[in-house]
């Protein structure tokens, strides 16, 4: 669930008092929270607890009483004529995360920055005061001040453009103070982010997804969204990263795709995963494995699968006999196919390309299927004798004598294994085969689960049935798993 | 230590808003205090709200508490008991013991003018300083106030979402069960702590121990919020287990291992760590856990693989899948056998639970489905 503000509300302190400015509940219902709020709180109470800490000036501004939470930035602001302190306070439900506290926090900073900012160019900020406090002098209720503040003053105008934006359930703040200082921010909601994301509600942000150059990039937001919403001073080549990112192509073909840089490429994927706009998964390719998430919406009615029967309605089977004859192409049937790991190449013996992709693209999204990736773990062969933390018995011996490793090879290996799992590596047979130990030393800093096959692959620029062959030569003293993972 | 600061705050007649008393006394609350005293000794509108404040770089959590009467001076007596934090520490667990605390005093002097008495209002430091010490050691205290009263405060934590517990739930000791029933003055819990074996499901141990399921539950979740129980799924042979993420902190955590090794040893001896692992990793989605120990035999190896899969899952290490039938149209004909099944087919629910409150086994449940062929089932 996303947080959003109950208000917004700005308060000053300086020669006049403590003054409540503007107050502004947005479209908040009349009988929600903040209502009940200014029922117990006057309004002059209101300004002076907000006003009460001026004297903390540039330092983030938390106050909580009872339900409720203030979250602000004091600023003291002085210019050769006048002197003056604010803050600008959201008002938030006190049970929200502290996530979502720093992130109104910064919200409040960037405001009051451009506010301090535009002061200093144009004088905003005085002559916004004097129209406010006049404003507030005639006003007799706060329902009032905010209507009337809200059509003649552009300050007033701005916060609650700005809140209103935030009510609606959109986590990006993007407004412009005195039509000139840009200000952009990121609500962080309170979704834990190891929670694959539902977008059935707009609101959650994409759980942090790591971006590598062997990452494909998949948009959250539709591309002609995504491309109304970018600044007219976008760089023009992010406008060819958006046309030419594909959930088959990894940050590197995108590069050589879109002609930019890789490093470029990988700071798009990185801004667009920070602002919520994209993830980013393992390009999907054939050899890949999926298998539903723990969290996938098997309910048959749910929004989410309205939501993706709206989405491919038309998707029929091509192959009738492998379903039952007239089955709907509903979500849960889907998720049928992905109960047991499955490939993408055995999905099409189902659905055509231009099928399947979209769909394996939307599940993604949606955090209804995972990837499952096979690590690589190395654990002690399955004679010796342990660490002493147990006591077994040691019939066989004398017969497997350790291999004995060149000064080089035994320096290479300690580079990234200890010294007991190197003694591992020396009694396995595999180990003496001279080639296969030098691949063996080569790969040991992938030997404990960090890296997945593909990105070995992709590192080591390597065929995978060489990379198999080795763990199946050493499976004495490795062992796989394929483990879901988290795009 | 959480609570870095205890300190009693009144208004003085003369002097205004003040710390009376202060515990440690040498903590440098002062400069704090004099930016938010407004928000400590505050209007009357804020009196009996909760309010916490960032301030100098701590956390104040206070509430306001004030007496009306002619017998003070300026007619009232206005007092916060306030307890100090680190800034960014999450108080929601202390905020009901600072409500309480005001109000005692409050009550306190109401009955018998403690805080106006001077040799009464002279034991604040020690209370203090009682407080201090048991709220950052146990988290609860008995502090003794007068001949008559005695203040009793805990920490508890607070609740947002309470585990639902079901009647296929598998409740589970996270620690012996035996140091468990020591301390356990709890009536229900005293009756069905030995059917909570990591085995018995919910419905069962309330069957066996003859209480209401109800009750059960409740009693369960109380256990689960305190951290003493955690819930698992039935265990059965034909249950599939896949690893999770979690697993390759098996092979780094030292202090996990030894856990591990002495949850899962079948009899006296250890395991081997590699053993352990080698089966887990081998763990796949199509395969039960039959199929694992007649590959791997690890009763061979002195691994209990029911205990095995327990502490996998207690710890996250593995992940059970469970089976989902969807009923894919509403109107479609389905047999008269399965009619009692067709509220359990809109895909939310798992063979578990429907098992559980049909009272039929797994495999019936399987041969039903498969006599209807527009049910699929979906594994996750």
């Excluded at chain 1, 959930?247 to 002609?259: E, G, H, T, Y």
């Amino acid at each position: 669930m996303a947080v959003k503000p109950q208000a917004v509300a700005l308060v000053s302190s300086g020669s006049r008092g403590n003054k409540l400015l503007f107050y502004d509940s947005g479209i908040a219902k009349p009988h929600s929270l903040e209502s009940e709020l200014l029922n117990k709180l006057p309004q002059r109470t209101l300004a002076e607890i907000l006003a009460s800490c001026a004297v903390m000036q540039d330092r983030k501004f938390e106050l909580r009483v009872d339900e409720w939470k203030f979250v602000g930035h004091p600023f003291l602001l002085q210019t050769s004529s006048w002197s003056i302190s604010f803050n600008i306070a959201f008002v938030l439900q006190s049970t929200c995360s502290p996530e979502a506290v720093g992130s109104y926090n910064s919200l409040s900073r960037a405001l009051g920055a451009a506010l301090i900012h535009e002061e200093h160019r144009t004088e905003f900020f005085k002559n916004q005061y004097a129209l406010l406090m006049q404003i507030s002098d005639q006003v007799d209720t706060i329902d009032e001040l905010s209507q009337k503040a809200v059509v003649s003053s552009y300050l007033a105008k701005t916060l609650h453009e700005a809140l209103c934006g935030l009510q609606n359930g959109d986590p990006h703040v993007h407004v412009i103070m005195n039509d000139w200082s840009e200000i952009s921010c990121l609500i962080h909601s309170e979704a834990p982010p190891t929670v694959p994301q539902s977008l059935t509600s707009s609101n959650t942000i994409a759980p942090k997804s790591i971006v590598r150059s062997y990452s494909a990039v998949i948009l959250l937001t539709s591309f002609e969204d995504l491309t109304k919403r970018l600044p007219p001073s976008c760089n023009p080549s992010f406008h060819r990263f958006l046309t030419t990112i594909s959930p088959l192509k990894n940050l590197i073909q995108v590069s050589l795709d879109a002609d930019i840089p890789l490093q470029q490429a990988v700071k798009f994927a990185c801004h667009l995963v920070h602002w919520g706009q994209a993830m980013t998964v393992y390009p999907l390719s054939e050899t890949n494995v999926y298998i539903n998430s723990p969290q996938a919406d098997t309910k048959r009615d749910s929004q989410l699968a309205s939501l993706f029967a709206k989405e491919f309605s038309s998707v029929a089977v091509d192959d009738s006999e492998s379903l039952s004859e007239g089955a709907d192409d509903s979500l849960s049937q889907f998720l049928f196919h992905f109960s047991a790991p499955v490939t993408l190449s055995e999905m099409r013996g189902l659905y055509t390309d231009e099928k399947l992709i979209p769909i394996v693209t939307w599940l993604l999204k949606h955090g209804q299927i995972l990837q499952l990736h096979t690590y690589i773990f190395l654990i002690p062969p399955q004679d010796t004798k342990d660490r002493g933390m147990f006591d077994d018995d040691e019939e066989e011996e004398g017969e497997n004598e350790p291999v004995h490793l060149s000064p080089e090879t035994m320096a290479n290996l300690l580079k990234h294994l200890s010294k007991e799992e190197v003694e591992w590596v020396s009694s396995t047979d595999a180990a003496r085969d001279k080639d296969d130990l030098a691949l063996f030393t080569k790969l040991s800093c992938y030997w404990h689960g960090n890296h997945h096959l593909e990105e070995i692959l992709m590192l080591e620029n390597m065929a995978r049935s060489e990379l198999l062959a080795l763990i199946d030569k050493f499976s004495e003293i490795l062992t796989t798993a394929s483990i879901p993972e988290r795009t | 230590m959480a609570v870095k600061c205890i300190f009693f705050s009144e208004f003085d007649p003369v002097a205004g808003p003040v710390i009376s008393y202060q515990v440690p006394q040498e903590f440098p609350i002062r400069e704090a205090f004099d930016a938010v005293h407004d928000l400590i000794i505050t209007k009357p509108q804020l009196y009996d709200r909760l309010i916490s404040v960032d301030a100098g770089g701590y956390r104040i959590v206070g509430c306001p508490k004030s007496i009306e009467d002619n017998r003070y001076a300026r007619n009232a007596l206005i007092f916060n008991f306030v307890l100090v934090f680190d800034e960014d520490t999450d108080t929601t667990y202390y905020e009901p013991v600072v409500q309480k605390l005001g109000g005692a005093f409050r009550t306190y002097e109401l009955e018998s003018h403690f805080l106006s008495t001077k040799s009464s209002k002279s034991t604040i430091p020690s209370i203090l300083t009682q407080l201090l010490i048991r709220l950052n050691s146990t988290g609860i205290c008995i502090i003794r106030i007068d001949d008559t009263n005695t203040l009793r405060l805990k920490v508890s934590p607070n609740v947002k979402d309470p585990p639902l517990v079901c009647d296929h739930h598998v409740p589970v000791f996270t620690q012996s069960s035996c140091q468990f029933k020591q301390l356990v003055k709890d009536l229900v819990a005293q009756e069905i702590i030995e059917y909570v074996n990591g085995f018995n499901h919910v419905a069962k141990i309330s069957h066996l121990s003859e209480v209401s399921p109800v009750i059960v539950k409740e009693c369960i979740q109380d256990l689960v919020i305190f951290g003493f129980v955690k819930l698992l799924s039935i265990f059965q042979y034909c249950n599939v287990y896949v690893p999770t993420q979690k697993l390759p902190q098996l092979m780094t955590e030292e202090e996990l291992q030894t856990r591990c090794l002495q949850f899962v040893s079948l009899g006296d001896t250890r395991p081997k760590l590699a053993d352990v692992f080698r089966i887990l990793c081998s763990l796949e989605a199509g395969l039960s856990v039959k199929d694992l120990c007649f590959r791997n035999d690890p009763r061979s190896m002195s691994i209990d693989e029911r205990k095995l899969i327990q502490f996998g899952i207690m710890e996250g290490l593995i992940h059970h899948l469970q089976k989902y039938p969807v009923l894919n149209r509403e109107n479609s004909d389905i047999p008269t056998e399965l009619q009692p099944l067709i509220k359990y087919l809109d895909g939310s629910h798992c063979f578990d639970e429907i098992c559980c409150s049909l009272g039929v086994s797994n495999q019936t449940l399987d041969e039903l489905i498969d006599k209807c062929i527009d049910i699929t089932v979906c594994w996750k």
